[in-house]
C-alpha cells in the first residue's frame, strides 16, 4: 500500500515538474506595452549591442596561416624531377577487330522531307538499301508539320523530335536494323532562346547499322499436313534472308492463303514471335501451325430449306461434293447468296462430317444460315430528253414470290412517246449460276417520230449475263419472240396514213465478249457483241423471212489517271426481205443519247414521200469521246467532250447517202453504283426539222 501511494505521489510530483518547465505561449512573450502602443514599441528597439555583419572577401585575397596547422603549403615543396624512361621493343600491341559501320557526316546523303524536316544518311558501308521505301513510310507518319503561326516554338518542334526519333527507330527495326542509331539537331537558333529569327529545321542523321538476318525458323506441325512441301513453299523465308517485319506479315498471310486453298479449313496460326540475338546478328522466328486435317466438300444446308433450299445454293456453288475444300469457293458461295438480293445476312461454315483416316481427307458440310430480307419492292424512274420528251416509269415486284428466287413483276411506263403495262416472270440461277429464265408479257403504245405501233408481245429468254458483282468475260442469251403489232407512219401535217397489221415470231441471240474492268464506267479493256434475229413476218396475207443482224464493238484506253479515251463501231443489216415486208418497228433507225447525240431518238435514216423517218435495212455508227477527271467534288465530276456519227440505208449494203454527225460535251458524276450522265449535243449538219440542241440524261455511260 506504502509503494502505490509513492508511486502516486512521484507522478504528481512529475507532473506538476512538467507544467513549470512548459515552454511559454507566444502570447506570454508579447509585453504588455507592445499590445498598447505598438509604433512607440517597435521604435524602441532592443536591448544589447548589434553585431557588425563581416566584410565580404574578395577571391583574390590570400589566405592566412590557419592556427595548430604545422604542413607547409605546397608552393614550398621542393620535387625532384622525375627519370625519362626508355621504350621497350619486346612490348607487342593487341590488334583489337571492332566490327562497325563506316560513317561520314560531311558527306552524308540527305533527302529534304519538309522544310523543316531533313534526314541525313551518313553511313557508307554496309550501304543502307532500304532508303526509298523507309523515307516514304517516314513521310506519311512523320508527326513534324510547317511552322506557320506565332504560338509555334522550340518546344513544340522538340516535342515533335522526340516522337519522330522515335518513329525512325520502330522504322529501322522494321526493315531488321536492330542495333541501329539517331543523332537529331535542330538548327536555326541561337543557345538560351525558344524562339528563332529563322525557321528552325530539325535534322536527322540515320545510321542503320548491319542489317540482321533470320536465324531459325519454327513453323509449328506444318510438317504434319499432308502437303507440307507446297505448303513451306508458299512461306517464302529462309534462315539467312534479310530480316523485315513486314514480310513475316506478308509470308503469314500467303501461308494462311495456301492452307485455305489446298484443303485445310480448321487451320490455326499463332501470332509470330521474333527472338532477337545482337551477338549473333540474327532473329529466330517462331510461327505456331496447326493445320488441323485436310477434307474435301461435302453438302451445301439451308436453315431455311422453304426460303432457300441447301439443293439450291448447291445449284448455285462452284464446287462439287468430293471436291477438294477452297477456302475462296466458300466466300464465293457466300457472295452469291448475297447477290440474289434476298436475303439481309448470309453465313457460310464449315462443319466436320467425317475426320481425315490416314492419307484418306475428311469431309466437311457447308452450313449456310440466312436471314430472309424485304423481299417486296415498289420502283419508280424519270427520265427527260429533249427529243423524246418525258418518261415516267413504276413497278412493283416480288422477288421470291415463286421460290427459290422465282419473281414476279409488274411494271407500267408513261412517256411522251410511249406507253407500256407488262407483267414479268423471272427465275434466277435456274438450271446453273447466274443463267436467268425470263418470261415477259407486255401491251405497248409508241408514238414516234418514226412510227405509230399498237403493240403485243410475248418474250421468253435464257441467258447469262453479267451483274454489278459478277462482271463475266462471256455472256449469252438465246430465247423466242412472239409479236401482233399495228403499225403506220406517224401522222404529218394531218394526213393519216393507213394501218398494217404484222405477225412477227423471232429466235433472237446474242452473245457478248467483255474485257473491260467495270460494267457501268470501263476505263480499260475493249467488248464486242453480235446479235442475230432469225424472223418471220406475215402481214396483209403475205409471209417474209429475214434475218436481223447487229455488231457492236467498243474498245476504252486509259491515258492517265485523270483521261480515258472510249469509242464505239456499229454494224447492222436485214437481209432476205425487201423494206416494205418489214414492220417499221423492226427497222434500223439512229439518233438519241444511246446512238447519234445531237439528234432526236431514232430520227436519222431515209424518209418517205411525207419527210418522217422510214427505216432502213442497213446501219453504220461510230462514236469517240475522252472522258476526263476533274479535281471538282473530290474528284467525282468529269468533262466528257464527244463526236457521233451515223447513217441508215434502206439496202442491206450501206450507201452513205446521208451522214448525220453530232457533238458536244457532257458532264458524269461518278456514285456508288455507277456514273450520272448529262450530255448536251448538237447536230453538225441538221435538217430543218432537227432540234438546234438535245439533252440526254441517264445512269451509266453512254457507251
Do not use: C
Not at 541501329?180 to 529563322?198: F, H, N, Q, Y
Not at 411522251?416 to 414479268?424: F, K, M, S
Not at 464527244?642 to 458524269?668: L, M, Q, W
Amino acid at each position: 500500500m506504502k509503494s502505490a501511494v509513492g508511486v502516486l505521489a512521484l507522478a504528481h510530483s512529475a507532473l506538476v515538474l512538467a507544467q513549470d518547465t512548459a515552454p511559454p505561449r507566444l502570447e506570454d512573450l508579447i509585453p504588455d506595452s507592445a499590445v498598447e502602443n505598438p509604433d512607440d514599441w517597435a521604435q524602441q528597439g532592443v536591448e544589447g549591442e548589434i553585431e557588425e555583419v563581416a566584410p565580404e572577401i574578395e577571391p583574390d585575397t590570400p589566405i592566412g596561416p590557419l592556427p595548430g596547422e604545422t604542413l607547409a603549403w605546397p608552393d614550398e615543396i621542393e620535387l625532384p624531377p622525375l627519370d625519362s624512361l626508355e621504350p621497350e621493343e619486346d612490348i607487342e600491341f593487341a590488334d583489337l577487330d571492332i566490327a562497325g559501320p563506316e560513317v561520314t557526316f560531311a558527306d552524308a546523303e540527305t533527302r529534304q522531307i519538309t522544310d523543316e524536316l531533313i534526314l541525313g544518311f551518313p553511313q557508307l558501308e554496309p550501304p543502307f538499301t532500304e532508303d526509298g521505301d523507309f523515307i516514304e513510310r517516314f513521310a506519311a507518319l512523320s508527326t513534324i508539320r510547317e511552322l506557320d503561326s506565332d504560338e509555334d516554338n522550340l518546344a513544340q518542334l522538340a516535342a515533335r523530335a522526340r516522337e519522330d526519333e522515335e518513329l525512325l527507330g520502330e522504322l529501322l527495326r522494321v526493315y531488321g536494323y536492330y542495333d541501329g542509331r539517331i543523332v537529331r539537331s535542330i538548327g536555326g537558333v541561337e543557345p538560351g532562346e525558344d524562339r528563332s529569327e529563322t525557321r528552325p529545321v530539325v535534322r536527322f542523321d540515320i545510321i542503320p547499322g548491319e542489317r540482321f538476318t533470320y536465324g531459325a525458323i519454327d513453323l509449328g506441325n506444318l510438317a504434319s499436313a499432308p502437303d507440307a512441301g507446297v505448303l513451306r513453299d508458299s512461306f517464302e523465308i529462309q534462315p539467312g534472308d534479310p530480316l523485315n517485319s513486314d514480310k513475316i506479315v506478308e509470308e503469314q498471310f500467303d501461308l494462311d492463303r495456301m492452307l485455305g486453298e489446298t484443303g485445310y479449313p480448321f487451320a490455326a496460326i499463332d501470332a509470330p514471335q521474333l527472338l532477337i540475338d545482337h551477338e549473333r546478328t540474327e532473329g529466330d522466328l517462331t510461327l505456331a501451325v496447326e493445320p488441323n486435317g485436310k477434307y474435301v466438300f461435302g453438302e451445301v444446308t439451308s436453315n431455311d430449306p422453304r426460303f432457300l433450299s441447301g439443293r439450291h445454293f448447291s445449284t448455285i456453288a462452284r464446287f462439287d461434293p468430293g471436291d477438294v475444300y477452297q477456302r475462296s469457293l466458300q466466300f464465293d458461295l457466300r457472295r452469291a447468296i448475297t447477290a440474289t438480293g434476298l436475303v439481309s445476312s448470309v453465313t457460310v461454315t464449315p462443319r466436320e462430317v467425317q475426320p481425315p483416316q490416314g492419307d484418306e481427307p475428311g469431309v466437311v458440310a457447308m452450313d449456310v444460315a440466312v436471314e430472309r430480307a424485304e423481299l417486296r419492292t415498289i420502283a419508280g424512274a424519270i427520265g427527260y430528253g429533249s427529243e423524246e420528251g418525258f418518261r415516267i416509269q413504276a413497278s412493283w415486284e416480288h422477288r421470291n414470290l415463286f421460290p427459290p428466287e422465282g419473281s414476279l413483276r409488274l411494271r407500267g411506263i408513261a412517256g411522251t412517246q410511249e406507253q407500256l403495262a407488262g407483267v414479268t416472270f423471272r427465275k434466277n440461277n435456274f438450271r446453273g449460276r447466274d443463267r436467268v429464265l425470263t418470261v415477259d408479257a407486255f401491251a405497248t403504245t409508241i408514238d414516234s417520230p418514226a412510227f405509230d405501233a399498237n403493240t403485243v408481245s410475248l418474250i421468253a429468254n435464257y441467258e447469262r449475263l453479267s451483274t454489278l458483282l459478277f462482271q463475266k468475260p462471256l455472256s449469252w442469251s438465246a430465247g423466242i419472240e412472239l409479236v401482233a403489232t399495228d403499225e403506220r407512219p406517224p401522222v404529218v401535217n394531218g394526213v393519216v396514213q393507213p394501218r398494217q397489221t404484222f405477225f412477227v415470231a423471232a429466235l433472237p441471240l446474242y452473245t457478248q465478249l467483255d474485257t473491260s474492268d467495270d460494267l457501268l464506267d470501263p476505263t480499260r479493256g475493249f467488248r464486242l457483241s453480235a446479235r442475230l434475229s432469225p424472223e418471220v413476218s406475215r402481214s396483209n396475207g403475205m409471209q417474209s423471212f429475214y434475218l436481223r443482224a447487229q455488231t457492236d464493238g467498243s474498245y476504252y484506253q486509259q491515258i492517265n489517271d485523270r483521261v480515258v479515251l472510249a469509242g464505239r463501231v456499229t454494224y447492222g443489216m436485214i437481209p432476205g426481205a425487201p423494206l416494205q415486208a418489214i414492220a417499221p418497228s423492226r427497222r434500223f433507225y439512229a439518233g438519241g443519247g444511246g446512238s447519234v447525240r445531237g439528234y432526236g431518238f431514232r430520227e436519222i435514216g431515209p424518209t418517205n414521200a411525207l419527210g418522217e423517218p422510214s427505216g432502213g435495212r442497213s446501219l453504220v455508227e461510230v462514236a469517240a469521246e475522252a472522258r476526263i477527271r476533274t479535281g471538282f467534288f473530290d474528284g467525282a465530276l468529269s468533262v466528257v467532250p464527244f463526236v457521233d456519227a451515223g447513217s441508215v440505208s434502206p439496202s442491206v449494203t450501206p450507201d452513205f447517202d446521208e451522214i448525220k454527225i453530232g457533238a458536244g460535251i457532257g458532264v458524269r458524276y461518278a456514285t456508288g453504283f455507277g456514273p450520272i450522265r448529262v450530255d448536251v449535243g448538237v447536230p453538225l449538219n441538221p435538217d430543218p426539222d432537227d432540234s438546234p440542241v438535245a439533252v440526254y440524261v441517264s445512269l451509266g455511260q453512254a457507251f
